[in-house]
């Protein structure tokens, strides 16, 4: 009875356990493949789902911070237009 239920739950674990494997911690060298001009679906492609985003908004501008804390730090992408301007990771930085 019990190696049936662990197969019935075979399937949700082996999903856990992918998934895991694909996201991992925000590092100085993950933030160095973010180059300018990337968008963002780039952007995520290779840090994942930012933790945070602060957005403005002027007349000829749209700007959007990505925040990504790590133990060590914070990794930013800062956005002009929808596109990378800048990427940096911040050593022993707080959570925003």
Do not use: W
């Not at 992408?77 to 930085?93: Q, R």
């Amino acid at each position: 009875m019990i190696s049936r239920r662990l197969l019935a739950y075979a399937p949700m674990l082996t999903g856990v356990l992918v998934l895991t494997a694909c996201t991992s911690a925000v590092t100085p060298e993950k933030i160095s493949h973010i180059k300018p001009a990337m968008n963002a679906s780039q952007v995520e492609a290779i840090l994942g789902h930012p933790a945070h985003i602060d957005q403005a908004e002027t007349t000829d501008l749209r700007g959007k911070t990505y925040h990504y804390p790590a133990s060590n730090g914070e990794g930013r992408v800062v956005f002009l237009n929808d596109t990378v301007f800048k990427a940096e990771f911040i050593p022993g930085s707080k959570q925003s």
